[in-house]
């Protein structure tokens, strides 16, 4: 199918993009548009203007700024796979760039789009959640920002107001001692996953100080396991340490039965990945 | 509402100024005003890569974007690649290796082999699959396909090889 008409807009500031939201009935923002291209084809949304931010100079660039990595929202897949700052910084990201789509999806989509719409089956949401990272969001009166622990509500549903752009997403820098990992289970490569997970812990040799760990493609949200985090947290990361993150993870996940799996076989994949990412967290395995 | 939006764009090395409608997918654009019908449209949402075209030499999807957001961007389809003999090796390994049958997902094939080999470097059967996992074929089973690339590459690296120890001798 072809996408319904609407007319076009390609403001060259945010200031200029909220008016031009203000002014229509109703808008749509668009960035790579590798999601929300089909969605318009597909006729799922017919917005009467398309505002096209591509060209916001303020919402490209990434850098480090008082321990934060900042990433703007136009920086595209291909750059996470990579940009130094960001493998130096962030290299969990860097880990879960290679996983994201095909390379010419890549080419195209961009970070901020990706985590505005929140796919709960996409990787780079979850990994804000992972690497406990701050979204930048603006509307017409000014800038906030919402931790990611706050910013997924439910199904594509998050922080963002209508008219609000996600404007960048800030990252803590990789502190020494932390450790991280990054796998997912797909039929393909490049399918949506069946279940992924991130994970970024701070040790202490192969004591565990603090770990967060988020999953994907378990529920309605990208999904923090805080009671597999518990049953690490302050344990030395041995066999016995990862089977019972493994037996708490039960506690966190409550994933839906759909026409690919039954949610039995969703949890058992999460916790056979769960163990082989903490068990790449060893020291010495 | 939904005006054509006057733009220019430059396609296969030439500037273009035109008039699309901004539901008019850049796949569309390609095939129905300037006659390109070497970008072919299959799935339209972004799965099958046969409407793969460079955009500021890396592939993308023409069905994944409208027209409209191509202003002042440099596209080249596979018919400028072609014709300027970019992908000659490419299409010859192809035919020899009979990597294609029916041909329609052939432009987006060589499309991502292109970007693929305009990186460097001699990728593995392994990269090469990886690079290919956005393009579907249902007539090959990929094999050759990937015979076909692997050996393109092959060439390409003894070529340059070759003419490194010219400039050292």
């Avoid at chain 2, 690079?131 to 393109?152: F, H, M, Q």
Wanted: glycine content about 8%.
């Amino acid at each position: 199918m072809k996408a319904r008409s609407f007319s076009y807009a390609r403001p060259k500031t945010m200031a200029e993009a909220f008016a031009v939201y203000e002014a229509a009935g109703e808008a749509c923002y668009i960035a790579g548009g590798q999601s929300l291209v089909p969605t318009l084809a597909l006729r799922l949304q017919a917005p009467e203007v398309l505002i096209d931010i591509a060209h916001i100079s303020e919402l490209l660039g990434i850098r480090l700024e008082d321990g934060w990595l900042r990433l703007g929202a136009l920086t595209r897949h291909a750059e996470t796979l990579t940009d130094p700052l960001i493998a130096k910084h962030a290299p969990l990201l860097t880990a879960a760039a290679p996983h994201v789509a095909h390379p010419a999806i890549r080419n195209k989509g961009t970070l901020g789009g990706s985590v505005a719409l929140a796919d709960p089956a996409a990787e780079f949401p979850a990994m804000m959640l992972a690497l406990g990272a701050e979204i930048e969001i603006a509307n017409a009166a000014g800038t906030r920002r919402v931790p990611a622990d706050d910013y997924f509500i439910d199904l594509y549903q998050t922080a963002l107001e209508p008219g609000e752009l996600l404007t960048a997403c800030w990252i803590p820098a990789l502190r020494p001692g932390q450790r991280w990992a990054f796998d997912e289970l797909a039929r393909r490569r490049g399918d949506y996953a069946m279940v992924g997970c991130g994970l970024l812990a701070d040790m202490a040799g192969d004591k565990v100080e603090a770990i967060r760990i988020a999953f994907l493609a378990v529920g309605a949200t990208p999904l923090r396991a805080h009671a597999a985090e518990a049953a690490l947290a302050g344990r030395t990361l041995d066999a016995a340490a990862i089977l019972a993150a493994q037996a708490a993870l039960d506690a966190d996940l409550d994933p839906p039965a759909d026409e690919s799996m039954p949610a039995s076989a969703r949890r058992h994949l999460a916790r056979v990945l769960l163990g082989r990412l903490l068990g790449t967290l060893q020291a010495t395995p | 509402m939904s005006d054509r939006v006057p733009m220019i764009l430059t396609v296969n090395g030439e500037e273009i100024a035109a008039t699309p409608r901004p539901r008019d997918t850049l796949a569309d654009f390609l095939r129905q005003d300037l006659q390109l019908t070497g970008t072919h449209t299959g799935c339209e949402m972004g799965v099958c890569g046969a409407c793969l075209v460079l955009a500021e030499d890396v592939p993308v999807h023409a069905c994944l974007m409208f027209a409209v957001q191509a202003e002042g961007t440099r596209i080249e389809t596979v018919e400028g690649l072609s014709e300027r003999g970019a992908i000659a090796d490419l299409q010859a390994a192809f035919h020899e290796r009979n990597a294609l049958q029916c041909g329609f997902c052939t432009p987006g094939m060589l499309v991502t082999a292109h970007g693929l080999l305009a990186k460097g470097g001699m990728p593995s059967r392994e990269e090469i699959r990886d690079a290919l996992s956005g393009n579907y074929c249902r007539c090959t089973g990929y094999e050759a396909i990937v015979d076909a690339v692997e050996a393109v590459a092959r060439q390409r690296a003894a070529i340059k090889e070759e003419a490194a120890r010219e400039t050292a001798a």
